[in-house]
């Protein structure tokens, strides 16, 4: 395997396991998060709560969104350069 590919597929590593991480934080902060609130003024301390979850929710969804292009992306560069690789081993 030559030294690009194996950088490559470090850099792919390191990317897709921040993503899954972060997947899994938003799961856990979705678990916390109700459609509605039928809320009295003493249970005001909820939708504080609830809007919160939100606001950290929205906060992470553009990472999730760029580190799963760039995931994807990378997978794509490497498949092809792998690819690359054969076609050009085996003409020669």
Known sequence: MSQTMTVLLTIWGV???ILVLLLIYRSTLAMHEDDQLFLNDAESHLQIEQTELQRRMNRIQPIVRVLGAGSGLLMLVICG????????????
């Open 15 to 17: 990317l897709t396991g």
């Open 81 to 92: 350069l792998w690819l690359w690789n054969g076609i050009m081993l085996s003409q020669s």
